[in-house]
């Protein structure tokens, strides 16, 4: 490791960074985009059942919004037609759409960062392939004053080729892993989306302001 990176020159140094940063991403974003961190399976039935007959206490409700994203945001709603019983199913979707967007924002942290590098991989590992090939029109010049310079001309091309194959070797798997936690968001806040069109009709039985 230590050769290729001096075979491939200062312009590596950036690209290694991306490559820590994005791996550091993956891995935090694999954890937190967990079905059970985000929505569990049977939580939503759970909360139908719990609610049938009345509204859940205060610290069972805080214990739902402390389970998951899906519970926190099940929870405004408990909450908001507990602190006003004659709020309207507009007052109510509000509340939900609201917790829905912090949560959703949380949801997509780093994935910019992540995306960003895998875009800008490639072209740092262009720079590199550039800065190379400058090296190698240098050795040249070199070598037509002075009879040769062979092991100048081996390095720029060292620079140029490893520079470019790393960009790519950092590019690739981020955008694989961007596309991939893009798409778990994107059925996360579906998700999310469809548990509350299914609460809401069920809270507002509680709820004594039901004109919207």
């Known amino acids: 490791m230590i050769t290729f990176i001096q075979a491939a020159g200062w312009p ?35 909360v139908v059942s719990v609610t049938r007959a009345s509204l859940p206490a205060a610290d069972t409700v805080n214990k739902l919004a402390e389970n998951s994203t899906l519970g926190e945001v099940l929870a405004s709603g408990l909450r908001a037609v507990v602190a006003e019983p004659r709020l309207s199913e507009a ?18 942290r780093y994935l ?18 550039v800065i190379g090939m ?17 092991q100048q001309l081996a390095h720029g091309i060292s ?7 790393f960009g790519l070797i950092v590019a690739i798997p981020s955008l694989m892993a961007y596309r991939y936690f893009r798409g778990r968001v994107d059925a996360y806040t579906l998700e999310l989306e469809m548990a509350t069109e299914r609460l809401v009709p069920h809270l507002m039985r509680f709820a004594t302001g039901k004109a919207g």
């Open 12 to 46: 590596i140094w950036p690209l290694l960074l991306c490559s820590i940063v994005a791996l550091a991403l993956i891995i935090e974003r694999a954890v937190s985009l967990r079905e059970s961190r985000v929505a569990p399976p049977r939580l939503l039935d759970e």
């Open 91 to 108: 007052q109510l979707r509000n509340a939900f759409e609201l917790s829905g967007r912090h949560a959703v924002h949380r949801l997509e």
């Open 112 to 129: 910019n960062t992540l995306g960003t590098i895998a875009t800008a991989a490639p072209l740092l590992g262009l720079l590199g392939t």
């Open 134 to 150: 400058i090296e190698i029109f240098a050795a040249g010049e070199a070598q037509m004053g002075s009879g040769g310079n062979t």
């Open 159 to 165: 620079i140029a080729l490893y520079n470019t194959a």
